[in-house]
């Protein structure tokens, strides 16, 4: 074999793996092109308060649910500055809630939820929903909503709207209106409007 063959034939072998700076080279453009991606894969201000609005449907839901099948009042209390909300049962049915512990274990499936991420209970300069005055954002007396036997809104006739939004996005803000007859509906604010 003539010395340039064998040359080669060492060249070729050594060419084998990666060096180090290849490496960090193919590792660089790697996090280069993540840091472009991940900020598009994280979800939007307005898909977390809209994710959160239709918890807090399905939690009021699971509440008069309660209150229908125990035959039992039941309550949701919203507390603004705590961004969380929790639930109570009255477990002896003598028609008074003292907000113990021990109610808020009975409702069993659904006890309590604070907000997560950005999400939290506001509306900025929003409007108030049609049909359902009030400023701040829980605009029900004392800031819950108590379902009767029957499922239905206690006092009778009571409503309002608990409104959420984003602390990174005041912008987006969504609501959820309780009727009287205890039914449960969010809204989406668009361009000043409610829909």
Do not use: C, K
């Not at 009042?73 to 961004?83: D, G, M, N, Y």
């Amino acid at each position: 074999r003539s010395p340039f063959a064998r040359y080669t034939d060492m060249r070729i072998q050594s060419r084998a793996g990666f060096s180090l700076v290849e490496a960090l080279i193919i590792m660089t453009l790697v996090g280069i092109m993540a840091g472009f991606a991940l900020p598009r894969l994280r979800p939007s201000e307005g898909r977390l308060v809209r994710e959160a609005a239709y918890q807090l449907v399905t939690d009021l839901e699971v509440v008069r649910s309660r209150a229908l099948a125990t035959r039992s009042l039941t309550r949701v209390l919203v507390a603004p500055a705590a961004s969380r909300y929790d639930a109570f049962l009255d477990i002896n049915r003598d028609l008074v809630l003292d907000q113990s512990q021990a109610e808020r274990d009975s409702v069993a499936v659904f006890r309590g939820r604070a907000l997560e991420g950005h999400v939290v209970f506001g509306r900025g300069g929003a409007p108030a929903v049609p049909g359902f005055p009030g400023v701040g954002a829980v605009s029900l007396a004392d800031s819950r909503v108590d379902f009767n036997t029957r499922g239905l809104t206690d006092p009778f006739g009571s409503s309002g709207a608990i409104y959420l939004t984003s602390s990174e996005d005041p912008s987006v803000v969504l609501a959820v209106t309780v009727s009287g007859a205890g039914a449960m509906r969010v809204w989406t604010l668009d361009h000043g409007t409610w829909q």
